[in-house]
């Protein structure tokens, strides 16, 4: 069952999205060589509770990390801890807050320094496929024409979709209907309508698609090796098109960190 929001809901939601914003862009100037994942949970935690708000993740199921951390061909899920970041990693950081209730889950993948062409390469194309995929979440729109608009992108520049994996809507609970699969056919699924909240988030690999499962069976890498990268927003669908309650790109930090 899909629960629609209000417009006054939608603006609550905003208000953990703002939160979880503000949390992305300290972590963006603190990712480096030679911080550990763990100390970016720490930063994270302590900045989301000052703000009267809560991580989402912590307990969730378990999970222990305020944030998920995952550097590499690590896709998502990434527990925090004392793996320092090299000189030429990537690492996607997942986030997610709840304020007053209310969910907001977004993520993005840093360049930890000069990337290699591969990798910026696989940055780029997944951030635009989110950027993509925004303008589809209006009212009247239908849900494969999200996952077209990804797949489209991706495909184009010969990286892969992982399928496995999906976005979801959010609102009172960070895991609501529907499922948001990355690829589909245009004018095919659900009708979108104005009060849906989903969380877009396009997880693509620079090899083959399909995914392995880590011993701590939270981290989860693509089965070859080859690096990931995810980028996401919680998307209002509203009167007036989309909103992106999480607006990360906005900053003016950038994705780039320093060297
Ligand atoms: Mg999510």
């Known amino acids: 069952m899909i629960i629609k929001k209000t417009p006054e809901e939608v603006e609550r939601m905003a208000a953990a999205g703002a939160v979880l914003v503000r949390t992305m862009n300290l972590l963006a100037g603190k990712v480096r060589p030679g911080v550990s994942t763990g100390e970016l949970d720490r930063a994270a935690e302590r900045f989301i509770t000052s703000q009267g708000a809560v991580p989402a993740f912590k307990g969730y199921r378990g999970f222990p990390g305020s944030i998920c951390a995952s550097p590499n061909s690590m896709i998502v899920h990434g527990i925090p801890g004392p793996y320092k970041l090299h000189r030429g990693d990537i690492l996607s950081v997942d986030i ?20 290699t062409p591969i990798a910026g390469k696989l940055l780029r194309v997944t951030e635009e496929s989110l950027m993509a995929a925004v303008p589809q979440c209006r009212p009247g729109n239908r849900l494969g024409d999200i996952g077209d608009a990804v797949q489209r992108h991706v495909e184009a520049n010969g990286l892969s979709i992982v399928r496995t994996l999906v976005g979801h809507g959010i609102g009172r609970e960070m895991h609501e209907d529907p499922q948001i699969p990355n690829y589909g056919e245009p004018g095919t699924g659900i009708a979108l309508e104005e009060g849906m909240v989903l969380a877009v988030e396009p997880m693509v690999t620079a090899g083959r698609h399909a995914i392995r499962v880590a011993d701590d069976r939270w981290s989860i890498f693509s089965q070859d090796g080859s690096l990931a990268a995810h980028f996401e927003f919680t998307i209002a669908v509203t009167a007036d098109g989309p909103r992106i309650l999480t607006p990360w790109h906005e900053a003016s930090s950038g994705g780039r960190a320093a060297a």
């Open 96 to 115: 997610g807050v709840i304020l007053d209730g209310w969910v907001a889950d977004a993520a993005r993948t840093f360049a930890v320094g000069p990337i």
